[in-house]
């Protein structure tokens, strides 16, 4: 029996986790959920699974789950230090990091400094956090497996030798395929005037509201690009993005013999659920065969940056180095949900962030205080950016 907390559960992974869960009753048990404000959505979930442990974001929160949760023994808690004490705690051996943005970033760490088997779905820790997320990988001996369908996808196209011997592997390149998103085709001109939801609506894909704006601008790519390199080691110019519309091969790994490995499956974040939970075995996950005869025709082309002006605001972090990541993260972060919120146009995210990376500076990432303190400062320049771009 695995036992295992989920961090995000009322989220879209969140959800897609509990329905692989659901399947394998006999290999996996809930030790713990965690939820931000959907306090009914996770209510719903813990008389599901009944876990021993509920955590929320604030007390208020609390009181109305413990209400919620009345006559059922499941301990209701609030706050960072009860994530983290969730993700960390003897009685779990895995941890599905589901939380969006920066603020996954301590329980995953905990997660992490706990040795687990962490399953990395919340990409923002790790854009941060880069080197002293993996050094903490390391030292603690946890299993990081990487839930991003592109990153699962390379990690199951590389050798298993390749964490032990990366040169020996003959990786050329890794190629991370990307949708384009909603407004890959959309005249460029026109992009000003998109609306959230028009932003959310992605052609091939149900998520979360930030990532789906994150998908929209590219952003998204930009933030995996970032953590590809953490997770495989990979410097940025081994890394290259495909736009490919289908969706249908999740990423490949081109080696120096002329090969390209790339897995394929149906867009469901099922698949690398199960793959991640299993690790090194198979599960089924609800995800339907792929249909290899019914499949429209593959395409791939290279990303326009000038469309995607994201993207290319991504790679100079990460050429960068040091807190660029974290002040990039940061500043897109607070400008989404300025955008989710209608204060600011679609094109003013990528202004947004522009402006942030120019007027703060970057530097060394000593410690995880470091990242925090970075992290601070850029959401207080986004903010001001966001305030005049209002006024
Ligand atoms: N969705 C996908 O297909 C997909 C694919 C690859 C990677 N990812 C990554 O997975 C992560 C989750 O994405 P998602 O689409 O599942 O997002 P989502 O649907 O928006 O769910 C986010 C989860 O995080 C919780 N949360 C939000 N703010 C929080 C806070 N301040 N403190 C603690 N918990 C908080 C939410 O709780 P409430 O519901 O209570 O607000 C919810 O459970 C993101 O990092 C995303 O980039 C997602």
Known sequence: MQRITILGATGSIGASTLDVLARHPDRYRVYALSAHGRVEELADACRRVKPARAVVGTAEAAGRLSQLLAGLDIHVDHGEQALCEIASSPDTDTVMAAIVGAAGLAPTLAAARAGKKVLLANKEALVMSGQLFMDAVREHRATLLPIDSEHNAIFQSLPATYARDPQAAGVAKILLTASGGPFLQRAVETLEAVTPDEACKHPNWVMGRKISVDS??????????????????????????????????????????????????????????????????????????????????????????????????????LRAGGTAPALLNAANEVAVQAFLEREIGFRDIDRVIAEVMDAVPHGPAPSIEAVL???????????????????
């Open 216 to 317: 929209a601008t590219m952003m998204n790519k930009g933030l995996e690009v970032i953590e590809a390199h953490w997770l495989f080691g990979a410097p940025a110019d081994l890394i290259e993005v495909v736009i490919h519309p289908q969706s249908v091969i999740h990423s490949m790994v081109s080696y120096t013999d002329g090969s390209v490995l790339a897995q394929l499956g149906n867009p469901d974040m099922r698949t690398p659920i199960a793959h991640a939970l299993a690790f090194p075995e198979r599960i089924a996950s609800g995800v339907p065969q792929l249909d290899l005869t019914a499949m429209a025709a593959l395409q791939f082309h290279q990303p326009d940056f000038e469309r995607f002006p994201c993207l290319a605001l991504a790679f100079d972090a």
């Open 373 to 391: 303190a970075q992290d601070a400062r850029a959401r207080a320049a986004a903010k001001s950016v966001i305030a005049r771009l209002r006024a």
